[in-house]
Nanobody
């Protein structure tokens, strides 16, 4: 499956951004979708994951209550709505697909190219 992330940009602290990730190549509804992020000098970390149907979602503690992951299987797209942004949310955000629910990068077999989110204080 090919993944194309978009929607990154610059936001002020307290602001919002919405990331999108469009999938192609395989049946989107068969895959668990996740978002990860990587800040400069840091390892890639889990942000959120959503089950194939969208009925189950899980979040990193650092974003719980501020970020919302969702998906539209008819459009083969997964979203990450980011509210109450903080400077520490600055990172390159990646979408990824996996055959089962997981929160670690090795479990995700397909990755998008990443989109940069910068939050200014």
């Amino acid at each position: 499956v090919q993944l194309q992330a978009s929607g990154g940009g610059v936001a002020q602290a307290g602001g919002s951004l919405r990331l999108s990730c469009a999938a192609s190549g395989r049946t989107f509804s068969l895959y668990v979708m996740g978002w990860f992020r990587q800040a400069p000098g840091k390892e890639r970390e889990f942000v959120a994951v959503i089950s194939e149907s969208g009925g189950r979602t899980y979040y990193a503690d650092s974003v719980k209550g501020r970020f919302t992951i969702s998906r539209e299987n008819a459009k083969s797209t997964v979203y990450l709505q980011m509210n109450s942004l903080k400077p520490e949310d600055t990172a390159v955000y990646y979408c990824a697909a996996a055959p089962f629910i997981a929160t670690t990068p090795p479990a995700f077999e397909w990755w998008g190219q990443g989109t940069l989110v910068t939050v200014s204080s």
